[in-house]
T-cell receptor
Framework: GAVVSQHPSRVICKSGTSVKIECRSLDFQATTMFWYRQFPKQSLMLMATSNEGSKATYEQGVEKDKFLINHASLTLSTLTVTSAHPEDSSFYIC???????????FGQGTRLTVV | AQKITQTQPGMFVQEKEAVTLDCTYDTSDPSYGLFWYKQPSSGEMIFLIYQGSYDQQNATEGRYSLNFQKARKSANLVISASQLGDSAMYFCAMREGYFTGTASKLTFGTGTRLQVTL
């Protein structure tokens, strides 16, 4: 079964509103989680690294004020897309490694559509 | 420069045949890991196989095997006895550096869409 759970799987929101996406590790503690974005027919691009108890590390070109990341506990990281616009429509997916040097488990992904 | 290169945007294979999906990588770090993930139309990322840079033998997981050629910096995925359910996008990814107690990010290639036909 899934070891990383992501919700919601799909969300449609109006332009200007904010959307929160949750990523939970189900049976392990994840001090670090990763948030990726994937445009249609493209690869996954890392947006940010979520660190439990400290600030997230954002990749170059990712607006930290627009994509707020909170890693408040060892099993939960949230990504909030603030003041969403149609160009933010994309597939967002989180991942967490259960242990160092092992594969990263991915959540189911969230398909965001901003209308 | 691209760190992970997948040169095949799309591949077709007949059911029960074997197929090789190409992946080359670029890194100056002697310690790295290579991954293959399958992404069906639902979007989930399914881990298939992992190869560490210091692993002496090629990784195998059921019908999946990784043809690791370190000198050529290639890590091709071989799927044997293809099934219709293997139709999906396949991504090669790399993690650079060994880490002690902290996790490291993955860099993905552009993917190969595999279509298995009858």
């Amino acid at each position: 079964g899934a070891v990383v759970s992501q919700h919601p799987s799909r969300v449609i929101c109006k332009s200007g509103t904010s959307v929160k996406i949750e990523c939970r590790s189900l049976d392990f503690q994840a001090t670090t989680m990763f948030w990726y974005r994937q445009f249609p027919k493209q690869s996954l691009m890392l947006m940010a690294t979520s660190n439990e108890g400290s600030k997230a590390t954002y990749e170059q070109g990712v607006e930290k004020d627009k994509f707020l990341i909170n890693h408040a506990s060892l099993t939960l990281s949230t990504l909030t897309v603030t003041s969403a616009h149609p160009e933010d429509s994309s597939f967002y997916i989180c991942s967490a490694p259960r242990q160092p040097n092992t594969e990263a488990f991915f959540g189911q992904g969230t398909r965001l559509t901003v209308v | 420069a691209q760190k992970i290169t997948q040169t095949q945007p799309g591949m077709f294979v007949q059911e029960k045949e074997a197929v090789t999906l190409d992946c080359t990588y670029d890194t100056s770090d002697p310690s790295y890991g290579l991954f293959w993930y399958k992404q069906p139309s639902s979007g989930e990322m399914i881990f298939l196989i992992y190869q560490g840079s210091y692993d002496q033998q090629n990784a195998t997981e059921g019908r999946y095997s990784l043809n690791f050629q370190k000198a050529r910096k290639s890590a091709n995925l071989v799927i044997s006895a293809s099934q219709l359910g293997d139709s999906a996008m396949y991504f090669c990814a790399m993690r650079e550096g060994y880490f002690t107690g902290t996790a490291s990010k993955l860099t993905f290639g552009t993917g190969t869409r595999l279509q298995v036909t009858l």
